[in-house]
């Protein structure tokens, strides 16, 4: 099977459901950003990482796959492939599981650190905005709205994830400053 199918040469793709649209249209740019994230994970987890947080990236970049599929398939009626509660509940967990180990914030961060820690704040800046894409996807079309909740919970999880690998490696968080005791 070659891989180019020359179908999209008009400035169209196809949805799972069968239909045509404009590769401008909302629901590709959604899941585009979406395979952006998946991207940044991939280059990500080439780092020494702990074991622990590879597992995490690793089941999100699969979900990550679920969510591509779940927004690029309008037919909700099609029940395989979809955000599931449980999904968001893992996130949740996750979150909440790797929090107890970081000291609380008592300040903005930046994003930054050692490497994979810049990588994962980077991923997290871009699910950020596949979060905007889809409500506004959402805003004309109907959607699972648990991609919504796990796109927001995945940009808080990955920020927990860049403070602990900062804290796994010994790097200090970047924390913000206002400028005003740096002049």
Not at 97 to 112: D, V
Request: charged share 25%; hydrophobic share 35%.
């Amino acid at each position: 099977m070659k891989i180019y199918t020359k179908t999209g040469d008009d400035g169209t793709t196809g949805l799972q459901s069968g239909p045509r649209v404009s590769k401008t249209d909302s629901r590709i740019k959604a899941y585009g950003i979406v395979d952006e994230i998946n991207s940044i994970l991939g280059i990500t987890l080439t780092y020494d990482l702990q074991e622990d947080i590879k597992k995490i990236l690793t089941r999100i970049q699969n979900e990550l796959f679920v969510l591509g599929s779940d927004l690029s398939n309008p037919d909700l009626s099609h029940k395989k492939n979809r955000i599931s509660k449980e999904m968001v509940s893992n996130l949740e967990q996750d979150i909440d599981r790797l929090e107890e180990n970081l000291p609380a914030l008592t300040n903005f961060i930046l994003p930054g650190g050692n490497r994979a820690a810049s990588q994962i704040h980077f991923s997290r800046t871009v699910t950020r905005r596949a979060e905007i894409q889809t409500v506004e996807l959402a805003e004309n079309q109907e959607i699972n709205k648990l991609c919504i909740t796990y796109l927001n919970r995945l940009s808080d999880l990955l920020f927990v994830i860049g403070r602990t690998i900062n804290k796994q490696n010994n790097v200090s968080d970047v924390i913000w400053s206002s400028g005003k005791d740096t002049l």
